[in-house]
């Protein structure tokens, strides 16, 4: 499968972007879509999960309440909308389809998009 990712681009604190993963030679219905971001210097680092199916969506601590994950069936789309960013959410955004496992370990994961920038200017 092929996960195309976009949306990122430079933003002040306080803005908003939305990032979109595009999903090619393969259908999500039956998986779970993440998104993961990475900044200079640290690992690799989970941000939300949606569970295709279902819908169900899990956040992680620091986005909570500030970033919102959702699909669109009829595209094979994943969406991260991203209010109140922060400079501290500046990274490289990944998108990822989940294997097995825990689904804020980035190893559950065996497909990755490309990643996209985002950086948050104070």
């Known amino acids: 499968v092929q996960l195309q990712a976009s949306g990122g681009g430079l933003v002040q604190a306080g803005g908003s972007l939305r990032l979109s993963c595009a999903a090619s030679?393969?259908?999500?219905?039956?998986?779970?879509m993440g998104w993961f971001r990475q900044a200079p210097g640290k690992e690799r680092e989970w941000v939300a999960v949606i569970i295709w199916s279902a819908g169900s969506t899990y956040y992680a601590d620091s986005v909570k309440g500030r970033f919102t994950i959702s699909r669109d069936n009829a595209k094979n789309t994943v969406y991260l909308q991203m209010n109140s960013l922060k400079p501290e959410d500046t990274a490289v955004y990944y998108c990822?389809?989940?294997?097995?496992?825990?689904?804020?370990?980035?190893?559950?994961?065996?497909?990755w998009g490309q990643g996209t920038q985002v950086t948050v200017s104070s």
């Open positions: 990822a389809a989940h294997s097995s496992g825990s689904y804020s370990f980035h190893n559950s994961y065996n497909d």
């Open positions: 030679g393969r259908t999500f219905s039956s998986y779970a």
